[in-house]
């Protein structure tokens, strides 16, 4: 395979004075319009601080006193009538008394009225603080693309859909749950010489140059992947195998090098179809008495075996295939044969051997090589995004400079200089020199996506000291299509902030809804809800295959995909964000459907099904999140319970103390197993562990019924009857997760609260503090009366004083 040549001296150049180049700023704020943060309205008479004092004596001052201090906290001292002064620890009690957490279960606790009572006094007092004095949160002037993002800005920007970013950029760090925090994305030398080779290959990629060296890519199978019905994507009447989507820079021939699975000899002959965009372009045979129509080399040449010996099937096959440049779907897959189990295996296993089931072949892996006999680039989505218009004749280099100033423009998501053009035009003309109009373009396409602008969402600080004002609505719609898309505005969004109308009445609501109705708002659950929810961790899990020999990379594959459709259900569908713990459905294909024990769900589509059984309701019920809070060979309720309290509480439990010993899961006098229930017994019997556990257990304890990989049982792995049952700190008992639903639906707006933190700290690309507490509360206040529906919440995180206002950074 041969790399990558090296990018031009100038790009180096240009890349190392970017750090100079950024302090001098990137044009003039565009459009600054005033936004006045609004308390959120009364909810009715407020008690008099006398109260609170009384009950905050009453119930708290005995360990947060000037004496005691327990914490460092001294309520007898801080004064009522001046929230404002002590904020950042009135913001905290408030989040105990909302959750419960204070006083401890040891000591007195109030009645729900109390706690209301004093909450609600902090809270109001605290919010009208707040309206007077707002304070947006400092962000970097300069916020990097994250991996994600870059991938979707490519496509967007230049119409390239297939673009593997993962095998040019590394990945990012993540901070506070989420990998577009500004804060930790960091720009290094080495990042800089990714970003070059990136912006080379995508270059020569989106014009087609006729220079593109012979490039091969492997798409490999991974081993425990069952190929024995239909994948998702092909053809009916197949089984197994892949589909690869992918753009061609260039039209031409290209080599498509098929590896099998290792695997005996096969007595019946299968039929190895390869299909381009739905076309059949090679059907091959292998195994039964006939000879391999391919073999190395596809030329179906090799000589015939021993009469009354089969061949050994091959182990590669190749077939040379002329495409046109743009995007095609290459598919690769087995022609199916009968679903007749064989007789000689009474109940197969689920998952694959390696090598496959042992009785039919396995797809291992295809690698695509070319261009070959490369003859330029016809019409493609890219060149038609980029050629507005042809740049031939004497108008030539007008129509090049409108060419650049449109990408330029949808690139830095911003109005276009002309100092930005007097910068790129030199590239211009250098690469026409070089090799004519379209090398031109290629070379300022490249300067382009290496350029700070392009790299970097970049903001503009108020002016004064400490100074703290609205964004422009350039930059609102480029914060606006990152929360939303994890990509650029399109035209219709940037053209509104240009003319300065997208905080028009109406205009911002309305953009919001055309948004999250745009296929591009699927990154909020592959981006958003993948991270919040975790489900980026499901790939790294390793069940015990000896505990659980069924579990292969389509039930993993299953369980994700499953959380993807349901949390998309609920933002198409603009439904309330309660019924992610409450939906009566989900989605299942048959896989799926196997582990769960549903009856009459057949194939390898997603459908959606309803639920019949209360326990699976909900996110709690799903193998993906019952899966990632388990270990490989054994549930945890300690995991399960910190999920909770993490995503659904919103109230996270402190880091575990150094040293904690393992979980001990075996009688030490006797050897027998012990119950999860009494091996965690054992394991609170450490007072430094028993206040967080006394927390999280029940919460995990009451999702015991489900197994390590979320299959439904009444037993425990030492065979004892599982006790779900679970007692809150308050008193409050309940019975299994169905009980535990229950629980948490009582307060509603404390999981409404959650997501809105969540969406609040993806929005702004930063961890939350304590001053964004009570916008917090207005967006949920906003909320209510729309039964806190995703729209509602979205549009209130779009509204709210962080997301439209800026503070000068120091």
């Known amino acids: 395979m041969k790399t990558l040549q090296n990018p031009p001296v100038a790009l180096r150049f240009v890349l190392a004075i970017v750090a100079v180049w950024l302090t001098l700023g990137i044009g003039p704020p565009v459009g600054r319009a005033a936004v006045v943060p609004q308390a959120p309205p009364s909810t009715g008479a407020l008690p008099s601080s006398a109260s609170v004092r009384a009950a905050l004596t009453k119930y708290c001052v005995t360990c947060h006193s000037q004496t005691r201090?327990?914490?460092?906290?001294?309520?007898?001292?801080?004064?009522?009538?001046?929230?404002?002064?002590?904020?950042?620890?009135?913001?905290?009690?408030?989040?105990?008394?909302?959750?419960?957490?204070?006083?401890?279960?040891?000591?007195?606790?109030?009645?729900?009225?109390?706690?209301?009572?004093?909450?609600?006094?902090?809270?109001?007092?605290?919010?009208?603080?707040?309206?007077?004095?707002?304070n947006p949160g400092r962000l970097p002037a300069l916020h990097r693309l994250n991996?994600?993002?870059?991938?979707?800005?490519?496509?967007?920007?230049?119409?390239?859909?297939?673009?593997?970013?993962?095998?040019?950029?590394?990945?990012?760090?993540?901070?506070?749950?989420?990998?577009?925090?500004?804060?930790?994305?960091?720009?290094?030398?080495?990042?800089?010489?990714?970003?070059?080779?990136?912006?080379?290959?995508?270059?020569?990629?989106?014009?087609?140059?006729?220079?593109?060296?012979?490039?091969?890519?492997?798409?490999?199978?991974?081993?425990?992947?069952?190929?024995?019905?239909?994948?998702?994507?092909?053809?009916?009447?197949?089984?197994?195998?892949?589909?690869?989507?992918?753009d061609f820079p260039l039209d031409g021939e290209y080599v498509i090098r098929i590896t099998l699975a290792p695997g005996p000899r096969f007595q019946d002959p299968h039929h190895l179809e390869v299909s381009v965009d739905g076309e059949r372009v090679q059907l091959f045979t292998v195994g039964g008495d006939v000879a391999p129509e391919g073999g190395r080399g596809g030329r179906g040449d090799s000589p015939a075996p021993p009469q009354g010996r089969r061949p050994p099937p091959p182990r590669e096959l190749q077939v040379r295939v002329p495409m046109k440049a743009g995007p095609r779907a290459i598919a690769v897959t087995f022609v199916q044969k009968t679903a007749a189990q064989s007789e000689q295996v009474l109940q197969p296993f689920l998952r694959p051997g390696r090598g496959g089931s042992g009785l039919q072949p396995y797809l291992a892996s295809v690698t695509i090589t070319g261009p070959y006999l490369a003859s330029g680039a016809s019409d493609t989505p890219s060149r038609r995004r980029l050629f507005i218009c042809r740049p031939n004749g004497p108008d030539a280099t007008a129509c090049a400079k409108r060419i650049i100033a449109t990408l330029a423009r949808r690139a830095y998501r911003r109005p276009v200089t002309d100092a930005d053009l007097q910068l790129l035009m030199p590239f211009y003309e250098a690469g026409r020199a070089e090799g004519g109009v379209e090398m031109g373009i290629e070379r300022t396409l490249e300067r382009v996506l290496v350029s700070p602008s392009f790299l970097f969402r970049v903001e503009h600080d108020p002016t004064g000291p400490g100074a703290v004002g609205p964004v422009t609505e350039v930059e609102l719609a480029s914060r606006l299509s990152f929360f939303l898309w994890s990509s650029i505005p399109d035209d219709q969004l940037l053209d509104l902030a240009v003319r300065g109308k997208l905080r028009a009445p109406g205009v911002l609501d309305q953009q919001v809804q055309r948004m999250l109705a745009d296929p591009r708002s699927a990154s909020m659950v592959t981006n958003f809800a993948a991270q919040w929810l975790y489900l980026r961790n499901v790939a790294a899990t390793r069940p015990d295959p000896r505990l659980f020999p069924d579990f292969d990379e389509g039930l993993r594959l299953a369980f994700v995909r499953e959380t993807e459709l349901f949390f998309e259900s609920v933002l198409r569908e603009n439904r309330s964000v309660i019924d992610l713990l409450t939906a009566d459905y989900t989605f299942v294909n048959e896989r799926l459907a196997r582990h769960y024990g549903m009856a009459n769900v057949y194939g390898s589509h997603f459908?959606?099904?309803?639920?019949?059984?209360?326990?699976?309701?909900?996110?709690?019920?799903?193998?993906?999140?019952?899966?990632?809070?388990?270990?490989?060979?054994?549930?945890?309720?300690?995991?399960?319970?910190?999920?909770?309290?993490?995503?659904?509480?919103?109230?996270?439990?402190?880091?575990?103390?150094?040293?904690?010993?393992?979980?001990?899961?075996?009688?030490?006098?006797?050897?027998?197993?012990?119950?999860?229930?009494?091996?965690?017994?054992?394991?609170?019997?450490?007072?430094?562990?028993?206040?967080?556990?006394?927390?999280?257990?029940?919460?995990?304890?009451?999702?015991?019924?489900?197994?390590?990989?979320?299959?439904?049982?009444?037993?425990?792995?030492?065979?004892?009857?599982?006790?779900?049952?679970?007692?809150?700190?308050?008193?409050?008992?309940?019975?299994?997760?169905?009980?535990?639903?229950?629980?948490?639906?009582?307060?509603?707006?404390q999981f409404a609260v959650t997501v809105t933190e969540k969406l609040l700290t993806y929005a702004l690309g930063r961890g939350l503090e304590y001053y964004d507490a009570p916008s917090i509360r207005a967006i949920n206040h906003s909320a209510a009366g729309a039964n806190y529906t995703f729209s509602s919440l979205v549009l209130g995180v779009v509204k709210s004083m962080p997301f439209q206002m800026r503070m000068k950074t120091e």
């Not at 002064?85 to 105990?96: D, M, N, Q, S, T």
């Not at 901070?175 to 020569?204: C, E, P, Q």
């Not at 390590?708 to 809150?728: C, H, K, N, Q, Y």
């Open 69 to 134: 201090r327990v914490q460092g906290l001294a309520f007898d001292t801080m004064d009522l009538d001046n929230l404002a002064a002590g904020a950042e620890v009135w913001e905290k009690a408030v989040r105990k008394l909302r959750t419960g957490a204070m006083p401890p279960s040891s000591a007195p606790r109030p009645d729900a009225a109390t706690y209301d009572m004093v909450a609600s006094f902090l809270e109001s007092g605290l919010d009208r603080a707040a309206s007077l004095k707002p």
């Open 147 to 246: 991996r994600t993002e870059y991938h979707n800005v490519v496509r967007d920007l230049l119409a390239l859909e297939h673009v593997d970013v993962a095998l040019l950029l590394p990945g990012d760090d993540s901070s506070y749950g989420f990998d577009n925090i500004a804060d930790v994305l960091w720009m290094s030398a080495t990042l800089l010489d990714r970003y070059l080779a990136a912006a080379r290959k995508i270059s020569r990629l989106a014009v087609g140059d006729p220079e593109t060296p012979l490039m091969a890519e492997t798409y490999r199978l991974p081993v425990d992947l069952a190929q024995d019905s239909r994948v998702e994507g092909l053809p009916m009447g197949t089984r197994g195998g892949t589909l690869i989507r992918r």
């Open 607 to 749: 459908r959606r099904v309803t639920l019949t059984d209360p326990n699976r309701r909900g996110l709690l019920g799903e193998g993906s999140i019952l899966t990632l809070t388990s270990y490989a060979n054994r549930t945890s309720p300690v995991l399960r319970g910190k999920w909770i309290l993490e995503n659904v509480l919103g109230a996270p439990p402190p880091p575990p103390p150094p040293d904690v010993p393992a979980l001990k899961t075996e009688s030490e006098t006797t050897g027998k197993a012990l119950s999860m229930r009494e091996a965690m017994v054992q394991h609170r019997a450490n007072a430094v562990c028993a206040g967080c556990h006394a927390r999280m257990d029940p919460l995990g304890f009451a999702m015991e019924n489900f197994d390590a990989l979320g299959s439904w049982r009444t037993r425990s792995g030492a065979d004892s009857v599982i006790d779900a049952s679970g007692e809150l700190p308050d008193g409050t008992q309940f019975d299994g997760v169905a009980g535990l639903r229950q629980i948490l639906l009582r307060r509603p707006e």
